[in-house]
């Protein structure tokens, strides 16, 4: 997919607030400082599309991107910000629990993982969840380039392991990098796929 024209739409706090327009929706979500943003703006190739920051828990509202004017991108509030408040971890959690099953123009979710890390209990929590809800997703590791090509390929492989723990199929999964653009064709070509089969 060659991405045309990117543009902001609007950030919004409930689902009641998101764009009427129907399009299919692609979403983007993980743990507060995954790199979301950072790949958002890369696949977009607008460098600041947005806001990226060393600060976890910035994004705290659903922001809508028109591509192309025949899709939304969709950047999520991060989950699992320790420093949250209860009651705006709350509000995340059901903000993003609402748009997830009950937008009806969402089509796909991508689940942003830092590939430097073991397995997360909030990682895995939330994915396990998806799949008892049956939500349509698609693995994304990030900050591939943090790591050297053999911890890449076995912290990768043991990801893989752990989830065939309790899964018996495995999700798409792409291996990205917001510095190299690493992944990005194949992101894209994915979604691109997807939205062919809608
Ligand atoms: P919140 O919106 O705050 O939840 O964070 P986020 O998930 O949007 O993360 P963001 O894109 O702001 O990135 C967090 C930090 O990781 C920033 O310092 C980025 O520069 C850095 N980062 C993100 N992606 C990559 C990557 O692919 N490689 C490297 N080396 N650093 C990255
Ligand atoms: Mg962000």
Redesign the pocket.
Known sequence: MIIKSVSFVCSSAKIEQCPKKRLPEFAFI?????????????LTGHGSL??????????QLVNHFIINNNWYLV?L??YG?AKASKVSRCTFSNLITDYISHREQFTLLFV?IDVRLEPQVIDLEFINKLGEDGIPFALVF?????LGAGNLASNVAHYKKVLLESWEELPSVFI?????GQGREELLKYLENVMDSL
Do not use: F, M, Q
Not at 30 to 42: A, D, E, Y
Not at 50 to 59: E, L, V
Not at 142 to 146: G, L, S, Y
Not at 176 to 180: F, G, K, P, Q
């Open positions: 993980g743990r507060s400082n995954v790199g979301k943003s950072s790949l958002i703006n890369r947005a806001k990226t920051s060393a600060t976890p828990g910035k994004t950047d509030p991060g910000y942003l990030t900050k591939a380039d943090k990205t990098s917001s510095e190299t």
